[in-house]
C-alpha cells in the first residue's frame, strides 16, 4: 500500500496519526522516541499494514504471476498499483476530502529522510488523484526505477502490469476488504 491507501487507512485518527501513517517509509529503526506519540503510533500502523499487505495470500499470488527477472522490485509496483485501485474505488468526494487532508497535514511538517525531496513534489503535483489513471501511475512506477541504482527494473514491469490489470484489479478486490477489516481505523 502507498501514500493513499495508508491514508484511508488512517483516516479516523487524528492528523498526527495520519502524518505518521503517510511518512512512516522514511522513518529509520524501532526508536520513535523522536517523534510524538500520536506520530509514532501512526508509524507503526503503517508497518502493521505494510507486513499484513506483505504477508497476505493475494500478494504471494501476485508475486508468483510476476516475470522472474523483476520479481525483487515487483512488491515496490504492487504498492503503487493498490493505491491506483483504491483510488478507483473511493468514491470522488471520500477521495477529494481525504486528498485534501493528507495534502495539508503533509504541508504541516517536513517529511524525513529519503521522502524530504519527494512529498512536496507529491502535493505540488496532485499524486493522489493522478493515481486513478493508470498511466499516470505506470509512470510514477517508472520514475522510481530511474531513482535507484542499475537498469530500471520497475519500468520493465510495466507492460506485464498492463497486461495483467483486470487480474490485478481482481486480487485488489480480494486484497483490499480484507486490509480494511484488519486495519482500517473506524470513522
Known sequence: MNFLAHGWLARGGGDG???GNLIADGVKGVDLSAWSPEAAAGIRHHRRVDAFVDGHPVVAEVLARAPWPQRRFAGIALDLVWD??????LAHDDRGWLVERCY???????APGRLAGMVPAL???DWLNGYADFGFTCRAIEGIGRRLSGPNRLGE???WLQEDYDRLARDFDRLWPAVNDALGVPL
Open 17 to 19: 496519526f495520519l502524518y
Open 84 to 89: 491506483h485501485f483504491a483510488a478507483r474505488q
Open 104 to 110: 495539508r497535514v503533509l504541508r504541516a511538517a517536513p
Open 123 to 125: 502535493v505540488e503535483q
Open 157 to 159: 514491469l510495466v507492460p
